[in-house]
Each structure stands twice: as C-alpha cells, then as structure tokens.
C-alpha cells in the first residue's frame, strides 16, 4: 500500500464527485489484476483473498472470459427483451442443467433477483388465498437494499431511517428449528414463502444445519410453502459445489443467483421450477438490461469454465489446504474463536473487531474483508494457484500472530 500522490488524486476527487454511502474506503486503487494478484496505482502487488465480494469467480483477466467477451463486445452487446436472444437461452440451458431442470429469468443483480423472487412469490401464494403473503426470512441474513429486499434483510440497520418497509416479512432465528415450526404451524394459512441463504455471507459466515433445511423442506411439503434459497454469494461453486443447495437434501422451487455468475459482469438471475413459470406472465415482472447478450456470455463462460473437473479440483484442494492452516493457527492463536464455512467461503471470528487487521493485510500485500464485525472473510478466486493460496496463508498467519502478541 503506498501514500502516493496518485493516491491523493484519487482519494480528493472520489470525495468531490462521488456519494460517499461506502463510508472511508481502504487507502488503495486497483488498477489491474491477473489471475488471483491485485496491482495498485504504484504497481504494488496484491494476494486477492476477497474476489470482488466473492464475485471474480475466475480470477482477473481470465483468458477464456476475456476472449468470450471480446468477441461478444465486437459482435453485438445489446438489443433488449423485445427479440430473442441466442446467448440468453443458452444461459438458461446451462443454468438448468447445472442447478435443476426449470426456467430462468434474467436481471441485472442478487438484489433484482431477490425483488422478483419476492414478487413470484407473494403473486403465487395469493392466488391460493388472499391471506397468503407473508414471508418468514432470518435474522442476520441479507437479501438487497431496495425497497422489497431490503424489507426481507432481517438487520434493523439496513432498514433504518427509510420509513416504513414493504409489510408482509417475518423474521426468525436463524437455525432455530422448534420456533420455525412453531410458527408456521399457527400462521401457516398466511406464509407463502420462506427465504434463506444457507451460509449467510453479511450475517457472518453461518452455516445452516442439515436438521434446520430438513424441516424447512418438510413444512413447506405440508403446508404448500415455497422454498427460496438466496445463492447471490454461495452459488457457482464457491461453496465446492456448483450450488450451496446441493450440500443439502433440498431443490428449492427459486433460486437466485448473481456475483460470481458473470465473473464481475452485472448479471442476476431467478431460477424457478416450470410449475412456477405462469405465475408471471406476459407484463408482470421484465427489465430492460437484464440477459442482454454481454452479460449472457460471462454467464455461459464462467459456468463452462467451473465446470471443468481440474477447477472443481483446485477449489477442494484449495479449500483442505485453507482449512487445515487455519485450524492449526487456532491451537496457537487466542484471538481465533472459531471457522466456519463451506468451500472457499470462508470466515475466521474473532474475539475483537476485524477492521484493523483488514487494514494490517493490505499494508501486507493481502487482501482480506471483515463483516459482521468480527468475522474476516476469506473468498479467493476459485481458479487460484495452490502457490499463491500457500503465501496469501502465510502473511495471514504472520498478522494473526502479530495481532495476538501486541495484545
């Protein structure tokens, strides 16, 4: 990390031009990639341990996603929802194909995902019963910040300050199967849906028990419930599996999907059994950028590429390797209070805030994220070397240990 007047520039103009919503961003700007490597405006060197928010799914410049879209860009980038669209429809096929056979619409992020898949499911339940809206979502989970979105993020801080939210959510510990069942055997004649993520990535990397997605999909079996599983930041294959739902005994009947599916190109989806398909006809739900042939390209290569069997290897190797160290350092390291996750989804809590240790990393060439707090998260690329995970690793391990001897 470097002080640079570059830097200066940057920082001085971000805060002339910009909203400053993010809050005080980390003192860097990158300005290339390759691979799993970073490089700054002073071209100092960076291990990416975050991927975008688990988004670069295939690392930086990828020669197969570039070539893919290059081409594309060279061909034809946009035409609307108005015509058909080849790069659309194979897309879908290879969406269906890798989570289950259904039918897929396209949007432009996990936020516009989740929005239509609140609006698919309020539509479906009421047209059973015009009682039957509410949807039970999670505390600490996180769904979006629009309106319908943000009113299903069961975090008081995300709603707070914009007035009423969109009535019809209920929110539900976490793991918690007797107050789910509880709940939905009083109330069942008003739910329509539940909605989770099965490793809450904001809420800090937790993970939902078998037992809890196994009664989740036997009450909603008996009481005619829909089952949406929120994959923004789990799903393709950062978990080891294509989809986090496939570590489970459970299809949901609406996926969504977004950050790593276009591998940094903005693209969303809801995935949906057929039975579900006439719930939204002609005029009820669209958008004008979502699916157009860019975006549809980054769905298709990135789902080529992971998978291929050599990179579905990297991640399981990758992911023993990340946390076998990791369970080493916690025999030595006191600040260590446990590590969760699946995959390369990855999250080491501590017994005192993350922030300045995500500060310490990218000083150290690392870069690492920290939420709920505590919680650091580690989400590389899926497509990284095991010799960058081995140094990403040791300058990790060397800052834990710093961290602990200053205390």
Not at 23 to 44: W, Y
Not at 287 to 314: I, M
Not at 354 to 383: D, F, H
Request: proline share 3%.
């Amino acid at each position: 990390m470097s002080n640079s007047k570059k830097l200066e520039k940057i920082v001085q103009m971000d805060k002339e031009y910009l909203y400053q919503n993010y809050g005080d961003r980390l003192p860097v700007c990158f300005t290339r990639g390759k691979g799993s490597e970073l490089f700054d405006q002073d071209n100092n060197r960076y291990v990416d341990f975050f991927s975008g928010i688990a988004v670069n799914a295939l690392g930086h410049g990828h020669p197969a996603l570039t070539a893919a879209l290059r081409e594309q860009v060279d061909t034809l980038i946009h035409t609307s929802n108005w015509f058909h669209n080849r790069e659309q429809v194979e897309a879908a096929k290879l969406i269906s194909e890798t989570a289950f056979r259904g039918k897929t619409l396209f949007a432009n992020s996990g936020t516009e995902a989740n929005e239509a898949a609140i609006k698919l499911a309020r539509k479906h339940g009421l047209s059973i019963s015009k009682k039957k809206y509410r949807v039970i979502t999670f505390e600490n989970s996180f769904h979006g910040r629009t309106f319908g979105s943000m009113s299903a993020t069961a975090q008081k801080k995300i709603r707070t300050g914009f007035g009423p939210i969109v009535p019809g959510f209920t929110y539900l510990p976490y793991n918690d199967i007797k107050t789910l069942e509880n709940e939905i055997v009083k109330n069942h004649e008003n739910i329509c849906a539940i909605m989770l993520e099965l490793i809450q990535g904001e809420g800090g990397i937790i993970v939902a028990s078998q037992n809890f997605v196994k009664k989740i999909k036997a009450l909603a079996k008996k009481y005619k419930i829909l089952v949406i599983i929120d994959e923004v930041q789990t799903g393709i294959a950062r978990t080891g599996k294509m989809y986090a739902f496939q570590h489970y005994p459970i299809i949901p009947d609406i996926l969504t999907l977004a950050k790593g599916l276009g591998s940094g190109v903005p693209v969303g989806v809801m995935h949906t059994k057929d039975t579900l398909v006439s719930v939204l006809p002609g005029g009820a739900h669209g958008t004008t950028f979502g699916g157009n042939h860019l975006a549809c390209t980054a769905v298709t290569t990135t789902l080529e590429e992971l998978s291929k069997k050599t990179v579905q290897n990297n991640i399981s190797r990758s992911s023993q390797y990340i946390y076998d160290y990791l369970h080493r350092m916690n025999d030595t390291c006191e600040c260590i209070q446990e590590i969760r996750g699946l995959g390369l989804h990855i999250g080491i809590v501590l017994d005192r805030p993350g922030l300045p240790i995500v500060k310490k990393a990218l000083s150290r060439g690392l870069v690492i994220n920290c939420t709920a707090q505590n919680v650091l998260r580690i989400m590389p690329p899926l497509t990284i070397p095991i010799s960058i995970v081995k140094e990403g690793m040791k300058l990790f391990e060397d800052i834990i240990k710093e961290e602990g001897s200053s205390q």
